[in-house]
């Protein structure tokens, strides 16, 4: 189906809703983030709607980049309702797991065409600072586009 055209099955609706356009420019600054870390072991790094479907990836292989958005889909939720609930705001900004053998982050990206998640899974060697650094270069490019 054609990114313009619209569906009257509901599980075409999101993926719909993200234009080719929008979607070059995701693999395009996508592609230009993890260049940028290419030694901090990035192993792979993925926007997604909010409700878990890839804009763009660059994953060690397509069934990464498919699981790291449909997961981090659902933290992001969990992330947002936690805030709410708590009354620390409407939407959590980043989450990072951190586990024996690397890190992910989940950053919400605000694009008024489309709310998006950028997640980025590392390895252990990964320097921390520099990779929430770029990554909010990111989420801060692709709110704007």
Known sequence: MNSTQT???PFEQSPSLVSDELRAKAKYILKLFVE???DMGIRSAVIATKDGFDVAAVAMSEAEGTKLS???SSISAIGDMAVKEIGTGNFHQSITIESESGYIFIMDIHNPRCAMILSVA?????V???VTY????VVA???EV
């Open 141 to 143: 490019k692709m709110s």
């Open 70 to 72: 449909a997961l981090s």
């Open 7 to 9: 569906s009257n099955d």
């Open 122 to 126: 590392t390895s252990k060697d990964a």
């Open 128 to 130: 921390l600072g520099k």
């Open 36 to 38: 940028k870390l290419h």
């Open 134 to 137: 770029y990554a909010k270069q």
